[in-house]
């Protein structure tokens, strides 16, 4: 997430990241409005606390002196409940906000390529070359459909679109695959994790997946979950709001 400051006083900068990443600026516009007006609420704020802090030190100047301030004492409550409501306010600006900011892009570095989409992406190096066939080649699932390892059909009878059924042979080299990767990361100083599949919300929003995906990822209604797309969310949370020892890192995870 973008710092407000950046996007308040270098905002021609996210503008053209906005452009160069084909994004509208609509997104931006909401946030400098919302942000606005927090600010000047948050302005509006502090010197109504000034000005109730006078009237606090004017209110003992008077009791001491054993004189009358029922209206000044009026006029200091009025004061802490206009102080109240606007703290109220003060804080869904911070949260609307904080949400704009949220699906404000990263800024891109200033070497990428700008381009409409994938068509116009640059190749910076090549290895190899694209092996030639003297038949028309299948792509992978349908080889792996042919050989009765992985059955398509019957995951989505079971669960729906997006799934799929190993069997057999198919089954062992996933799970051989998931071992041959755990076994040589921990053989590398990896700690290997075994983390929740259901994380929260925080969670998902500290590594990037909400607000974006919120439409596209599985999640359990009361209480609220989300089911992990990668091992990624929350081996990167474990050490969320944290504050690590230098002398600690770096720390190695593998899941």
């Known amino acids: 997430m ?20 084909s994004y509208g600026l609509s997104i931006l516009d909401r946030f400098l409005k919302i942000e606005n007006e927090r600010r000047e609420l948050l302005r509006l704020i502090e010197e109504k606390r000034e000005q109730r802090n006078k009237i606090s030190q004017e209110i003992a100047k008077l009791k001491r002196e054993k004189k009358d301030a029922a209206s000044i004492l009026a006029e200091a409550k009025n004061i802490s409940d206009f102080i109240t ?16 900011l949220l699906v404000i892009p990263n800024i891109p570095h200033e070497s990428v390529p ?23 080649p299948l792509n992978h699932w349908d080889i ?31 799970r051989a695959l998931m071992n041959f990767m755990l076994d040589l990361n921990t053989s590398k100083g990896y ?17 990037g997946q909400l607000p974006k995906f919120e439409m596209e990822l599985f999640k359990t ?35």
Request: aromatic letters at 6%; proline letters at 6%; zero cysteines.
């Open 85 to 100: 409501e606007k703290e109220e306010r003060l804080k869904v600006l911070e949260e609307e906000a904080r949400q704009e």
């Open 144 to 174: 792996a459909a042919m050989l009765d390892i992985i059955d398509f059909d019957r995951a989505s009878k079971i669960a729906g679109a997006r799934f799929s059924l190993m069997k057999g042979m198919g089954a062992r080299l996933e």
């Open 191 to 207: 700690k290997e994790i075994l983390p929740p599949l259901l994380v929260n919300r925080e969670s998902m929003t500290g590594t």
């Open 221 to 255: 209604a009361d209480p609220e979950f989300y089911l992990i797309p990668t091992a990624e969310v929350p081996v990167t949370n474990i050490h969320r709001e944290e504050i690590l020892n230098e002398n600690d890192l770096p720390i190695y995870y593998t899941a």
């Open 2 to 21: 973008l710092d407000a400051k950046i996007v308040r006083e270098d905002t021609a900068r996210v503008e053209e990241s906005l452009r160069k990443r």
């Open 114 to 136: 700008k381009g409409k989409d994938e068509t116009e992406n640059v190749e910076i190096r090549k290895w190899g070359a694209p092996k030639e066939f003297d038949f028309p």
